[in-house]
């Protein structure tokens, strides 16, 4: 039986939607993340940053940027440090910059991949999975993957059903 983690960056606040800049009560990363473990169990870990990026939605985009560009890995608020129990990981985030933001990078560079499952859901607002399976690959060395999902950000809440059927055929 699959004993499954969902790994999770997400941003509530100011975020682009639809082409505007709207204020989220929670992250639509954390929905998806949410919708999987209703739909196939598991733990879920929330990555967070010791830094927190600024409120104004256009000045964490700018220092998204700047950290893509310096391959930067902040600080982690807390860390797993080990994976061993789970043989399924779901890694979930917005797709910043054509990737997954870097804090999830420095999660994921801590852990031994050998003999998991991964798979990708990222959320955006038209880059679609982007770069994030490609970066997940070079990443997570000696785990095997299953096919990401991207969800369009705007769409998050009412994609409950989609995301419950990927994540069935995942695990």
């Known amino acids: ?19 505007k800049i709207q204020s989220l009560e929670k992250g639509n990363t954390q929905i998806c993340a949410e919708y999987i473990q209703k739909a196939v169990g598991g733990d879920l870990f929330r ?4 830094a927190e ?4 939605y256009y000045a964490c985009t700018d220092i998204a940027k700047e950290e893509l560009q310096k391959k930067a890995r902040p600080e982690l608020k807390e860390a797993l440090d080990s994976i061993d129990s789970y043989t399924h990981v779901f890694v979930c985030g917005p797709c910043w910059w054509g990737t ?9 560079e801590r852990l031994n991949w050998k003999g998991k499952k991964v798979m990708a859901l990222m959320t955006h607002e038209g880059s679609g999975l982007g770069l994030g ?3 997940l690959k070079k990443t997570c060395s000696g785990a095997s993957f299953g096919k990401g999902l991207a969800v369009q950000g705007a769409q998050a809440q009412e994609s409950g059903s989609r995301i419950t059927a990927w ?5």
Request: charged share 25%; net charge neutral.
């Open 1 to 19: 039986m699959a004993k499954i983690l969902i790994l999770y960056y997400s941003r509530a606040g100011e975020n682009y939607v639809n082409g």
């Open 47 to 50: 990555i967070e940053t010791v």
């Open 53 to 56: 990026y600024p409120a104004d």
């Open 100 to 108: 997954f933001p870097m804090a999830v990078f420095t999660q994921l």
């Open 133 to 135: 399976e490609k970066d």
């Open 167 to 171: 994540a069935k055929k995942m695990v």
